[in-house]
């Protein structure tokens, strides 16, 4: 049998977050069913994640971190200093990788920083297909697939940044979910809207600190009653502060780094979290939520999902406060309609998976080369 091989471009860090290498976590999983080898390709940046994908069993090239970004980094990406290195230097770094390797493989980039100029020199060097995952469409890609996973009103915003014979992937249908979640799915009960069980969950690394802003309000005589999930990752640099805070609170529960995430999504009556694409992991179970903005990108898919209904967004952490979580929060305690229409909205608009499509047209790219 010829042996088919899949590279992901992906980094972690205290500046990027964990999204990114955990949703390839969740593609290289589903990969390894067609009998497919799975590397990663990483830069070593302060809070990475290359432990994590290497206890998983995953084979990881390291690429090794700079102090100083070249003068050629991509200078219209403002993402571009994620790379740590200049564009080119990267190229040149993940091509001398792969070089070595004999079997048929193709490159899946997960990357911010990472746009058709970095995709044409690589593919001058290999001439090997190219998936890109995606959803800023703020760039040109040159790529043979492209994934965007989150709601758009637009899904002819990328015919005008990608080849003509790239196969789009573009919606909330292609959302990569873990198999915990489709588990999950099948104990979902329908909420009755009062909240006895709230999760807090601002992703891996919560940059913005809103953690330990909503745990000043939770912590209130007035929450007593009521179980509270507090969630970070292993690159929460508060982590330690905040499992202590949560040692003391009675009702506080604490999880770091965690692979039952959604379970403690059924089982809580409303979410206080980060936007972006756990968005979409909470409205597949139904789970209302109050969400914070902790990055620019979060906006547009954002303010969708609160026109829908399926989210109540408070808008960018630098102009939410305590108080403003605290009145959002003590609203929707009193209405409780409110929360069991969220909960409606949010599991009517999931509908069916269709992320399968894509697993299968990436294979079918490996078959084409052999």
Known sequence: MINRHIFFRVDASYEIGTGHVMRCLTLAKLFTNFDISISFICRDLPGNLIKLIMDLGYEVHILPSSSKVSETKIVKNPYGGWLNVDW????????????????????????????????????????????????????????NILLDQNITNNKERYDDLVPINCVKFIGIEYVILRTEFYVEKQKVKERDGKIRRILVFFGGSDPTNETLKTIQILKKPAYSDIHIDIVVGNTNLNKELIKSLCDNVPNFYFHCQISYIAKLMRLADISIGAAGTTTWERCYLGLPTLTIETAENQNDITNIANDIGVICNLGKSSLVTKERIEQELNFLMQNPMKVIKMSQKALGLMGGNKLNNFIERVVECLIEQD
């Open 88 to 143: 080119k230097t990267d190229v040149i770094q993940t091509v001398g990788i792969i070089s070595k390797v004999t079997t048929n493989y193709c490159l899946l980039i997960d990357h911010y920083a990472i746009d058709s100029n970095w995709e044409k020199l690589f593919y001058s060097y290999t001439g090997k297909q190219i998936i890109v995952i995606d959803d800023l469409a703020n760039r040109s890609h040159f790529c």
